[in-house]
């Protein structure tokens, strides 16, 4: 316990008015030099670079807080490590009959990196309430992050008020309790994520186990981030991919939106969760850019899309969930050159409709328990590589598509798939279930259902095709292995 010291009364008064100004009242502010001794405190200075100068060992709640815009954590490659999940409460708590209650669809969860609004402490928007009210501009790298519920947590606003430090002009959108503020200029790069969050104790089947406890944890949660759209119409968005044809090549259109947040080059494994319900736990990255579930009308106000980000260059191994899961409000995000391998669920995907029209291309998935690529909204599919996926266990995941190499479901209408690769899968390597119309050419596979015949079938013809690396005339394990050395070797160098 700190030691108490005798002040007048004025100055004490004085002191107490700084802090809650500062909305740092029960937590320290960081040294730029972070040490152990620094656990648990509040990066408050606008636009600094706070910096490792060793491993953090951490027996707090939080291993460090955003509290201004513009502010830079670099690791230097030591350890933000917390006390372990065992040690720490990582259950939702605004979770009722099977669904989460208000938004963000989590609570401020033990983490080590939060950029949130926490109970005792606040980030930028002091109106915002605990889970929101993030900074904008905030950069996380070169740290390695293990021991906690969520190992990165960022949410803008749900309910944004008049009290926002400096907010981006655009990014607010709504009205009344239902406003909205988007964070923009985030960037999650080389850092190394694992062994956070707990095990799944939930029972029942997809889509409505029961979880007596809902660990509903991540890797990287991102809410309440993305460009917004210009209306509520996400074809407005300013990233938006230059249209006509629905297969137009992504790969083609213009450069990326200046304003996106960027996840790159992270690895990212041994990720605990609960992968059950409208916001399953359990991802490596989980991407919630625009809408939030609510209790009423979830349009109420204003329903604007955000998206424009970009999650690329990230190996995700051995999750409780998926890879990357997008969902409520996502559109025009830019997924690819990711490897997911070993996933409890999906490699790619969510069965959320209210999704605009995502990018999703050059991925390597491996051995996930369910679609490698799975949607339930048009999408622009390319260039995956999607195989070796298995059936799921019944009743142990949220949504039905058993092991596919891809998937998508009754609001995928418009879907293009082009130039994939998916074979080897348990179920079907192109699995249509409804039987929607979609756009499809030049993809390499044995087994499609409900839709035309696959254009190139494996093992005759690799014309379209480097994902048999070692040239057997099948894509069998050497060449995953294979392909994911060479991504290492020609990608990015991780910490330590």
Not at 95 to 122: D, K, V, W
Not at 429 to 455: L, M, R
Not at 471 to 491: E, H, R
């Amino acid at each position: 316990m700190e030691k108490m010291l005798k002040v007048s009364l004025g100055l004490m008064v004085l002191v107490l008015s700084v802090f809650l100004v500062a909305g740092t009242a029960s937590a320290k502010s960081c040294p730029t030099t972070l040490t152990s001794a620094d656990c648990g405190c509040v990066a408050d200075i606008p636009n600094q670079t706070y910096t490792l100068a060793g491993d953090m060992i951490c027996s707090t709640t939080y291993g460090i807080i955003i509290g201004a815009p513009g502010v830079t954590i670099d690791g230097k490659g030591y350890k933000l490590q917390g006390p372990g999940a065992a040690n720490l409460d990582c259950e939702v708590k605004n979770f009722e009959n099977g669904e989460c209650q208000g938004c963000p669809c989590r609570s401020p969860l033990p983490s080590g990196i939060i950029n949130a609004n926490t109970a005792t402490t606040n980030s930028c928007n002091p109106d915002a309430g605990p889970g929101q009210g993030g900074c904008d501009n905030v950069i996380i790298k070169n740290l390695e992050i293990t021991g906690w519920c969520n190992g990165i947590f960022m949410s803008g606003d749900c309910n944004y008020g008049s009290e926002r430090t400096n907010p981006v002009p655009g990014q607010t959108v709504g009205t009344g309790e239902n406003s909205e503020y988007r964070l923009t200029g985030i960037i999650i790069e080389n850092n190394v994520i694992h062994d956070n969050g707990a095990e799944c104790q939930c029972t029942g089947c997809a889509g409505g186990c029961d979880c007596d406890h809902p660990y509903f944890n991540d890797g990287i949660f991102l809410a309440q981030v993305g460009v917004n759209s210009a209306s509520c119409e996400s074809a407005d968005l300013p990233c938006k991919a230059p249209y006509g044809d629905p297969c137009t090549n992504i790969m083609n259109q213009d450069k990326p939106h200046e304003k996106r947040n960027i996840v790159r080059h992270n690895l990212i494994y041994n990720q605990k969760g609960c992968c059950c319900e409208s916001c399953p736990g359990g991802n490596c990255i989980n991407l919630c850019s625009g809408i939030e579930a609510r209790p009423e009308d979830p349009c109420k106000d204003g329903c604007w899309y955000a998206g424009c980000n970009e999650i690329s260059d990230n190996i995700c191994n051995n999750t409780g969930c998926s890879c990357i899961q997008f969902h409520f409000g996502s559109d025009r995000n830019r997924i690819h050159n990711n490897i997911c391998m070993n996933n409890g669920y999906a490699g790619i995907g969510s069965a959320c409709d209210w999704l605009g029209d995502n990018y999703i291309y050059s991925n390597v998935i491996a051995n996930a328990k369910g679609p490698g690529i799975g949607v339930n909204s048009p999408a622009h599919i390319y260039r995956n590589f999607s195989i070796l996926n298995k059936n799921a266990p019944e009743c142990s995941t949220p949504y039905d598509y058993h092991g596919c190499g891809i998937g998508f479901l009754a609001n995928a209408a418009g879907v293009c798939i082009k130039e994939n690769t998916c074979v080897g899968n348990e179920h079907a390597d192109i699995y249509n279930p409804f039987n929607v119309t979609h756009n499809k050419s030049d993809n390499v596979c044995y087994t499609a259902i409900n839709s035309s015949p696959c254009d190139y079938n494996a093992g005759v013809s690799w014309i379209k095709t480097r994902a048999d690396a070692d040239k057997s005339g099948k894509v069998t394990y050497p060449d995953f292995d294979i392909l994911s050395w060479w991504w290492n070797k020609n990608c990015c160098s991780l910490p330590r």
